[in-house]
């Protein structure tokens, strides 16, 4: 069994997929504004009651997203393999979303009064996305739906600022759960930086 784990946006999915079989055995769904830690533990305990000796791996997306969300995947992830002595890949969570179209755009919100554009062709992201400023953002997305691509973002505030954007997310289950014979071993599990972490130095007293 592999366990996906999805919380890079308000909306976390946690599913467990049968290698054996390929089909989704278990699965839960949640939607929290900030604090995914608050909820995401009880399904866990859930699974873990039920298949806890048949998990062999974990497949968790990095974002981009919310920043506490993606962590709080991490931090399972890792916790989880550490505990259990199975291995984990990241993935970005750009590849999962839950859209009919193979090839698309994402739009997102990435603070800073800034957004990302991403490109994903046959559900594989073409490069690493591209940071505009709110003023841009048009101008980004015209030759990208000249080419009859659809643009999705998880951030409902975006929708009502940029017309023919719908509102979407990235599910668990659309993360590759591979066997884990095809992951890259020992790679650190690392949030997909959309910039350099800011940091504040501290003031001079």
């Not at 981009?64 to 989880?80: D, E, H, M, Q, T």
């Not at 505030?157 to 890259?184: D, Q």
């Amino acid at each position: 069994m592999i366990l996906g784990i999805e919380t890079s946006t308000p909306r976390a999915t946690l599913v467990l997929r049968d290698l054996a079989t390929g089909t989704i055995v278990w699965r839960r769904e949640f939607t929290t504004d900030r604090a995914h830690n608050a909820v995401i533990f009880s399904p866990l305990e859930e699974m873990l009651d039920q298949y806890r000796s048949e998990l062999s791996g974990i497949v968790v997306g990095l974002g981009p997203g919310s920043y506490s969300g993606i962590r709080v995947g991490i931090a399972v992830a890792n916790g989880l393999g550490l505990a259990l002595g199975i291995p984990t890949v990241g993935v970005s969570s750009l590849e999962a979303w839950d859209v009919d179209a193979d090839s698309h755009v994402i739009l997102g919100d990435a603070r800073r009064r800034s957004f990302f554009v991403a490109e994903v062709a046959d559900r594989t992201l073409i490069d690493e996305p591209q940071l505009i400023d709110a003023d841009k953002i048009e101008a980004a997305l015209s030759p990208l739906r000249d080419r009859g691509l659809q643009c999705f973002t998880a951030d409902r505030r975006v929708t009502e600022m940029v017309e023919n954007v719908e509102l979407a997310f990235p599910l668990a289950e659309r993360l590759p759960l591979t066997s884990p014979e095809n992951w890259p071993a020992n790679v650190p599990l690392e949030p997909h930086y959309l910039r350099a972490p800011y940091i504040t130095m501290p003031k001079k007293r």
